[in-house]
């Protein structure tokens, strides 16, 4: 099982990959600002896509991180 601190370094990891380093700080610092509910966004995230859309988004995204 993966600890606490493993999950945020991999995050953090992630957004600089993304972002990189000035950007991911950034959104760390709106998303505390802005007491972000990640869970209520994620739910939403998809509402404007048709299934036939969105599968078509998953296949890519697959593609692409193999």
Do not use: C, H, N, P
Not at 12 to 25: P, R
Not at 28 to 42: E, M, S, V
């Amino acid at each position: 099982m993966i600890t606490d601190t493993e999950i945020k370094l991999k995050g953090f990891d992630a957004l600089i990959k993304a972002l990189g380093e000035v950007t991911a700080e950034k959104f760390i610092a709106l998303i505390q600002k802005d007491k972000f509910d990640y869970t209520k966004w994620q739910s939403k995230m998809f509402d404007d896509l048709d299934l036939t859309t969105l599968s078509k988004k998953a296949m890519e995204f697959r593609k692409k991180t193999g």
